[in-house]
């Protein structure tokens, strides 16, 4: 049995639970009660837990009695242990109604074996527990009923901005909007594939990257919950907090190596704008507020990968003057163009923008590399997954240098590349390239819009080339609201002061 194998057996008691009036979310946050204190037996942690509250303890019960135990044992495990435990189980409750489910989700856990599992290839895949969760996330996210799609990037994406930012041994690493901890658990996978990790770490060193490496803030409670549980199964240690990126909790971060994340989509509307007073920009748009946190944040030479729409490329007012003061203060070398149909919100075009913090804060993007990842790219969903091998052209693109500055050449239709290599001198434009540079000049004249195109759909005629329907309703709601959320905002402003 495979770690896929595992996810589907766990995946399929979903639909035993649907009868008890369970969603998608609460039978993910219920498996990981579950699974939590499962592991804490495998693992012999369980001196974590309450006296009394072990996976052996809720075994032994039956019937209505095992309902009423776990659901004292979860008001007991949020209150007592260990930091983790608490935090685990902090305000947990369980949405089991019959006796007979709980029953067949404690059976169902107890009866797989968990160290046993082997890989596609036959190798013994050892502790795949982090695996095995990862996996039963990937799938809860998939799920367009489940709605935890806007909490899950998919990792073939992460994997590319890690491989690219190249995170190292003894660096500060944040992602302040961490969903279920994606980016932390590929950056540290990062790490030990590629470096000494930690066994050739002096105690310090280690010390280091077990309390201090990452740092995570999630504002939403129950995903909190998820993240809290995914880098533990990981081996993921450090600062991983609920609260608010975007409110004072955020200004206390300390200055970060690199920071990696994937902020919520769309805006708030109604008390959407940042408490923050470091901010030199305010605004209602979110995307933008958590922009200004992430170079803000990143200490001089930091590096930054980090997904937004396409709205913060092309946003006039406060958006224009963000724009202009994160290629002041960082060398904004690469943007990715990112292709539709990969995340959950319909229509909704995003980018990853890479950027470097300069050590003076005037002056820092002289050119702007775009890889078109989009245009005459397939529609990816069930039937066409996204994989790790559709951005590997764009890394060989991108250079082995993390902060961007690897000698680049223009790459046509991602096959061949153009015969000029781009110096501070030299600017070639390619018009069939899918990579190609634009200096800091051409952007400038643009009015700082960073939503450059330039490649032909090759399946669009005229009036074809016009996004689906669906695509054009999201972009006005995404506007519509974008537009609102200003409006409360400078509402808020202009109140009188009581």
């Given at each position: 049995?495979?770690?896929?194998d595992?996810?589907?057996?766990?995946?399929n008691l979903?639909?035993?639970?649907?009868?008890?009036g369970?969603?998608?979310?609460?039978?993910?946050n219920?498996?990981s009660y579950?699974?939590?204190?499962?592991?804490?037996?495998?693992?012999?942690q369980?001196?974590?837990?309450?006296?009394?509250q072990?996976?052996?303890?809720l075994?032994?019960?039956?019937?209505?009695?095992q309902l009423?135990y776990?659901?004292?044992?979860l008001?007991d495990l949020g209150?007592n242990?260990?930091?983790?435990?608490?935090?685990i189980?902090?305000?947990?409750n369980?949405?089991?109604?019959?006796?007979?489910?709980l029953?067949?989700?404690?059976?169902s856990?107890d009866d797989?074996?968990?160290y046993e599992?082997?890989s596609t290839?036959?190798?013994?895949?050892?502790d795949n527990l982090?695996?095995?969760?990862?996996?039963l996330l990937e799938?809860?996210a998939s799920e367009k009923?489940s709605?935890a799609?806007?909490?899950?990037?998919?990792?073939p994406l992460?994997?590319?901005?890690?491989n690219?930012v190249k995170p190292?041994?003894g660096?500060?690493?944040q992602?302040?909007a961490a969903?279920?901890?994606g980016?932390?658990?590929t950056?540290h996978?990062y790490?030990?594939e590629h470096?000494d990790?930690p066994?050739?770490?002096?105690t310090e060193?280690?010390d280091?990257q077990?309390?201090n490496?990452?740092?995570?803030?999630?504002?939403?409670?129950d995903?909190?919950?998820l993240?809290l549980?995914?880098?533990?199964?990981?081996?993921v240690?450090?600062h991983?907090?609920s609260d608010d990126?975007?409110?004072?909790?955020?200004q206390?971060?300390?200055?970060?190596?690199v920071?990696?994340?994937n902020p919520?989509f769309?805006?708030k509307?109604?008390?959407?704008?940042?408490?923050r007073?470091?901010?030199t920009?305010?605004?209602?748009n979110?995307q933008l507020a958590f922009?200004?946190?992430i170079?803000?944040?990143?200490k001089?030479?930091?590096?930054?990968?980090?997904?937004l729409?396409?709205?913060?490329?092309f946003?006039e007012?406060?958006?224009t003057k963000?724009?202009?003061?994160l290629?002041?203060?960082c060398?904004?070398h690469?943007?990715l163009?990112?292709?539709?149909g990969?995340?959950y919100?319909?229509?909704?075009?995003?980018?990853?923008?890479?950027f470097?913090?300069?050590k003076i804060?005037t002056g820092?993007?002289k050119?702007?590399?775009?890889?078109?990842l989009?245009?005459?790219m397939?529609?990816f969903?069930?039937?066409t997954?996204?994989?790790?091998e559709?951005?590997?052209?764009?890394?060989?693109?991108y250079?082995k240098?993390?902060?961007?500055?690897s000698?680049r050449t223009?790459?046509?239709g991602?096959?061949?590349?153009?015969p000029?290599i781009y110096?501070?001198d030299t600017?070639y434009?390619g018009?069939?390239?899918r990579?190609?540079?634009?200096t800091?000049?051409f952007v400038?004249?643009r009015?700082?819009?960073l939503?450059?195109?330039?490649l032909?759909?090759?399946?669009s005629?005229?009036s074809?080339?016009?996004?689906e329907?669906d695509?054009?309703a999201?972009?006005?709601?995404?506007r519509?609201?974008?537009?609102?959320s200003?409006?409360d905002a400078?509402?808020e402003?202009l109140?009188?002061t009581k």
């Open positions: 049995m495979n770690t896929t595992i996810v589907g057996k766990l995946w979903c639909h035993i639970l649907r009868d008890d369970i969603t998608y979310q609460e039978y993910v219920e498996l579950l699974l939590f204190l499962k592991m804490m037996q495998e693992t012999s369980e001196s974590e837990l309450p006296p009394n072990t996976w052996s303890q075994t032994s019960q039956e019937g209505i009695e009423t776990y659901r004292a044992m008001v209150s242990g260990s930091d983790r435990v608490k935090g189980f902090a305000n947990a369980t949405s089991l109604r019959k006796p007979r489910n029953a067949k989700l404690v059976q856990i797989l074996d968990w599992a082997t290839d036959g190798e013994s895949e050892g982090g695996d095995m969760y990862e996996g799938r809860n009923k709605g799609g806007q909490y899950f990037t998919p990792r992460i994997e590319c901005m890690v690219c190292l041994v660096e500060v690493i992602d302040p969903g279920t901890g980016f932390l658990i950056a996978r790490l030990r470096q990790f066994w050739a770490f002096k060193q280690q280091f077990k309390r490496a990452y740092y995570a803030i999630e504002l939403v409670p995903t909190h919950r993240l549980m995914n880098c533990l199964l990981n081996g240690s450090g991983l907090l990126a975007l409110g004072s909790r955020g206390t971060l300390p200055k970060a190596d920071i990696l994340t919520p769309g805006t509307r109604g008390g959407g704008r940042p408490t007073d470091d901010f920009f305010v605004t209602g979110k922009l200004q946190h170079y803000r944040g990143l001089p030479g930091g590096r930054a990968a980090v997904v729409p396409d709205n913060v490329l946003e007012g406060v958006g963000i724009r202009a003061d290629m002041d203060k060398n904004l690469t943007i163009r990112l292709p539709t990969i995340f919100a319909q229509g909704v075009k995003t980018n990853v923008l890479f470097t913090r300069g804060d820092n993007t050119k702007t590399w775009v890889y078109d989009r245009t005459n397939p529609a969903g069930k039937r997954p996204l994989t790790h559709h951005f590997k052209e764009f890394e060989k693109c250079g240098k993390s902060d961007g500055t000698k223009e790459r046509t991602g096959k061949r590349s153009c000029a110096d501070d600017v434009e018009e069939e390239s990579f190609r540079c634009f800091r000049d400038s004249e009015g700082d819009n939503d450059i195109s330039w032909k759909d090759e399946d005629t005229g074809a080339d016009l996004p329907p695509e054009i999201a972009m006005i709601r995404e519509l609201s974008e537009a609102l200003e409006m400078l509402t402003l109140e009188p």
